[in-house]
C-alpha cells in the first residue's frame, strides 16, 4: 500500500529521509521539503526503505536529469537535484558529521569550491559484460540496483572524448577472439593522451591485439593491458609508456603518472584544491612544510615551488618513487625529500624525531588519519606546527580526527568547506583547516 510522507532531508545516496511514527524512512527518488506517495520495498527493524510512486508537491529544487539513464546507472544519485542544492546537502552532511561525530564547530565554514559540473571525470571504472541478448558487449558504469552493465550509449559526467567512445569500445570488445574474458575498461585522461586499461583473464591473441592497435590509432588513445593486479599493467606500444600525465599550470608542473596509481578524478577542481590549500596553509618561504598521504606528489610539488623544504611520506612504494621521478623532472629534488610509511602506525616520538614542521598537510584516504592526529595532538605546544590543513574524501574520518585534534589536542579549528569534486554523486570531498 503506497503511504504519503513530508520529506525531511536528504542522506549521501539521494534518498529523501522521513518519519513514520518514531522509524526513519529513506524514500529513494524523493527530495527535502517534498510531500511524496511512496511505497515501502524493503523494512528493516530500524528503519524502512520506500520508493517514490508519485510527488505530490515537488520541491523548487527538484530539476529534471540531464541524462537518460538517470535512475539506472549507477554512476550518479542526484542529478534530479539542482546542482547549487546537491553542494548545500553535502555542507550540512560535513556540519552534521563535525558536530555529532567530533564534537567540533569550525569558526567558519569556506565557501564551497566549484568546478565543472559535466564531463569532469577523468578517471573511471567501466564494467564490461558480454549479453548475448543485447548483441555484444555492454560497456558502461554498473546499474543502480544490482551486478548488470547500463546499456548506456554515452554518459555526460564522462569527457566528451571519453563518452564518444563508449559505443565504440563496445564494438571493439565484441569483435575479440573472447569477449567474455573482458571484465573491465579502466579510463585515465591526461593532458595530452587518454590511456585505456583493458584488463583481460585469458591471453589476447595476436589478431586482438591488431584491433586494439587499430582502435588506438583512430581514437588517439595509449592501451594498457592488465592480466593480473594493477601492477602488471603496461602499454601495448613502449612509446606510450612515459605519455600520461597531468598538468598543474599555476606551479608550471607536470606530474607523470601510470593510469592505475591514485591520481584525483576531476582534473580541474584538482588545481583549484592544490591552490586552495597552499593558500589555507599560508606558506612562507623559509617553512619546512610535512605533506602526509602524499601519493605521487599532488600537493608536495607545489608546495616545493613556495617553501624552503618539504617531506611527502606515503604507504605506497610506487606512489613514492613516482613522486621522485616528477620532483626530477620538475627540477625539485633538492627541495624534497620522501618516505615510505605506514601513517596508520605512527606516533608522536616518530613526528618529533622527523624535526620541526612550520605546516602539515594532511590528505587521507577514507579510512582517514586517526594516528597523526593523535600524534599532532601529543606534541607540546612549542613543537607544533603553526598550521594543518585536512583534505579529506570522508566527512566521518575527518570529524572523528577533527575531535582528537581539537577535543584532545586543543587546536583550533578555524574553517572547513565542501569541495565539489563529484558533482552528482554522493561522494563529499572536504578541507579543513587548523591552528
Ligand atoms: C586521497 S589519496 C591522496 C594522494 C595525494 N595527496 C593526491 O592528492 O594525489 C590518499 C593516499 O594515501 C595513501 N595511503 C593509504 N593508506 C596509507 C597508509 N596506511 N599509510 C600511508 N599512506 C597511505 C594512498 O596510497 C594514497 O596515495
Known amino acids: 500500500m503506497p503511504e504519503v510522507f513530508d520529506v525531511d532531508s536528504l542522506d549521501l545516496e539521494a534518498r529523501g529521509v522521513a518519519r513514520r511514527d518514531g522509524k526513519v524512512v529513506f524514500i529513494e527518488g524523493a527530495l527535502p521539503g517534498e510531500v511524496v506517495r511512496?511505497?515501502?520495498?524493503?523494512?528493516?527493524?530500524?528503519?524502512?526503505?520506500?520508493?517514490?510512486?508519485?510527488?505530490?508537491?515537488?520541491?523548487?529544487?527538484?530539476?529534471?536529469?540531464?541524462?537518460?539513464?538517470?535512475?539506472?546507472?549507477?554512476?550518479?544519485?542526484?542529478?534530479?537535484?539542482?546542482?547549487?542544492?546537491?553542494?548545500?546537502?553535502?555542507?550540512?552532511?560535513?556540519?552534521?558529521?563535525?558536530?555529532?561525530i567530533g564534537k567540533v564547530t569550525p569558526a567558519c565554514i569556506l565557501p564551497p569550491l566549484h568546478g565543472p559540473s559535466w564531463g569532469y571525470r577523468h578517471r573511471a571504472r567501466l564494467s564490461v559484460r558480454f549479453v548475448g541478448k543485447k548483441g555484444g558487449a555492454l560497456v558502461g558504469f554498473r546499474e543502480r540496483r544490482g551486478s548488470y552493465v547500463t546499456d548506456m550509449q554515452h554518459c555526460l559526467v564522462l569527457p566528451p572524448h571519453v563518452s564518444a567512445m563508449l559505443m565504440p569500445l563496445r564494438a571493439l570488445v565484441t569483435s575479440l577472439s573472447d569477449p567474455r574474458s573482458i571484465p573491465q575498461i579502466e579510463v585515465a585522461v591526461g593532458d595530452a593522451t587518454t590511456a585505456l586499461i583493458l584488463r583481460h583473464l585469458k591471453p589476447l591473441t595476436a589478431a586482438d591485439l591488431d584491433?586494439?592497435?587499430?582502435?588506438?590509432?583512430?581514437?588517439?588513445?595509449?592501451?594498457?593491458?592488465?592480466?593480473?593486479?594493477?601492477?602488471?599493467?603496461?602499454?601495448?606500444?613502449?612509446?606510450?609508456?612515459?605519455?600520461?600525465a597531468y598538468l598543474l599550470p599555476e606551479y608550471g608542473l607536470r606530474m607523470p603518472y601510470r593510469p592505475t596509481d591514485f591520481t584525483q578524478v576531476n582534473q580541474e577542481i584538482n588545481r583549484v584544491l592544490v591552490h586552495k590549500a597552499l593558500s589555507l596553509l599560508r606558506v612562507m618561504p623559509e617553512d619546512r612544510v610535512a605533506d602526509l598521504f602524499c601519493g605521487l606528489g599532488n600537493f608536495t610539488l607545489p608546495l616545493?615551488?613556495?617553501?624552503?623544504?618539504?617531506?611527502g611520506i606515503e604507504g605506497s612504494k610506487a606512489l613514492v618513487e613516482r613522486a621522485r621521478e616528477a620532483a626530477r623532472q620538475n627540477n625539485l629534488a633538492e627541495r624534497v625529500s620522501f618516505a615510505v610509511l605506514n601513517l596508520f602506525a605512527v606516533d608522536a616520538q616518530w613526528l618529533r624525531d622527523l624535526g620541526h614542521f612550520d605546516r602539515v598537510l594532511i590528505d587521507p584516504p577514507r579510512e582517514g588519519a586517526e594516528a597523526v592526529a593523535r600524534a599532532l595532538a601529543a606534541l607540546a605546544v612549542p613543537e607544533r606546527p603553526k598550521r594543518i590543513v585536512y583534505v579529506s574524501c570522508s566527512p566521518s574520518t575527518l570529524a572523528r580526527d577533527a575531535g582528537i585534534l581539537v577535543n584532545e589536542g586543543g587546536y583550533r579549528m578555524l574553517s572547513a568547506g565542501v569541495v565539489n569534486m563529484f558533482p552528482h554523486t554522493g561522494h563529499v570531498e572536504s578541507i579543513a583547516v587548523f591552528q
Request: net charge positive.
Open 38 to 100: 511512496a511505497r515501502v520495498i524493503r523494512s528493516k527493524s530500524s528503519f524502512d526503505v520506500a520508493r517514490v510512486e508519485q510527488v505530490l508537491a515537488p520541491s523548487s529544487q527538484r530539476v529534471v536529469p540531464r541524462c537518460l539513464y538517470f535512475g539506472v546507472c549507477g554512476g550518479c544519485s542526484m542529478q534530479h537535484l539542482d546542482p547549487a542544492a546537491q553542494v548545500a546537502v553535502k555542507q550540512r552532511v560535513l556540519e552534521d558529521a563535525l558536530w555529532h
Open 211 to 244: 584491433l586494439l592497435m587499430e582502435f588506438g590509432r583512430r581514437y588517439n588513445v595509449s592501451w594498457w593491458l592488465q592480466p593480473a593486479g594493477p601492477e602488471t599493467a603496461v602499454t601495448l606500444r613502449a612509446e606510450d609508456a612515459e605519455k600520461l
Open 304 to 311: 616545493a615551488t613556495r617553501v624552503r623544504v618539504v617531506v
